[in-house]
C-alpha cells in the first residue's frame, strides 16, 4: 500500500502535539480552519468507540489564493488537511496531506505552489 501524505511518530502525549500543532502551523503561514474529533463523531453518529484522532483543516491563505487563482475548481482539495492520532502502543502519528501526491498530481502546473506547501508542512512535521 502506498504512503498517503507525510507522515511522521512523534515524541509527547497526544494532548500535547495537538496543543503544539496550531502555533507550528502559524509559524509557516497556516492557520486551522477545521478541527475534526474523528473518534468522538464516530461515537456519536455510530455508536463506535475508535481510536484518538483528530483532523486539522489548515490553510495558508497566500498559498491558497494563488492555487485557487489559478484554478478556481482546487477548492475541493483545501484546506489542507492533517491528522493526528494515537496508536494503541500509544505512540502519536501526524500525517500532513503531500500537495505533491493531490495537487500537483491532478494539475502539474501547480508543482511550484504545491512544492511550497509541501516545504512548509514538512518543516511543520519537523518541528513536532
Known amino acids: 500500500?502506498?504512503?498517503?501524505?507525510?507522515?511522521?511518530?512523534?515524541?509527547?502525549?497526544?494532548?500535547?502535539?495537538?496543543a503544539r500543532l496550531p502555533e507550528l502551523l502559524k509559524a509557516e503561514g497556516f492557520?486551522?480552519?477545521t478541527r475534526i474529533d474523528v473518534k468522538a463523531t464516530l461515537k456519536e453518529k455510530l455508536g463506535?468507540?475508535?481510536r484518538r484522532y483528530q483532523i486539522l483543516g489548515a490553510c495558508n491563505p497566500k498559498l491558497a489564493h494563488q492555487?485557487?487563482?489559478?484554478?478556481?475548481?482546487?477548492?475541493?482539495?483545501?484546506?489542507?488537511?492533517?491528522?493526528v492520532w494515537e496508536e494503541d502502543s500509544g505512540q502519536v502519528v501526524v500525517n500532513a496531506v503531500?500537495?505533491?501526491?493531490?495537487?500537483?498530481?491532478?494539475?502539474?502546473?501547480?508543482?511550484?505552489?504545491?512544492?511550497?506547501?509541501?516545504?512548509?508542512l514538512a518543516r511543520v512535521l519537523a518541528a513536532v
Not at 487563482?69 to 488537511?81: R, Y
Not at 503531500?98 to 512548509?120: K, N, Y
Open 48 to 50: 463506535v468507540d475508535f
Open 98 to 120: 503531500d500537495p505533491l501526491q493531490t495537487i500537483a498530481a491532478q494539475d502539474p502546473s501547480l508543482q511550484p505552489i504545491a512544492t511550497q506547501v509541501r516545504e512548509r
Open 67 to 83: 492555487a485557487l487563482s489559478h484554478q478556481i475548481a482546487l477548492g475541493v482539495m483545501l484546506p489542507c488537511n492533517v491528522a
Open 1 to 18: 500500500m502506498a504512503e498517503l501524505g507525510m507522515r511522521k511518530p512523534v515524541k509527547g502525549t497526544y494532548d500535547e502535539v495537538l
Open 31 to 33: 492557520g486551522v480552519l
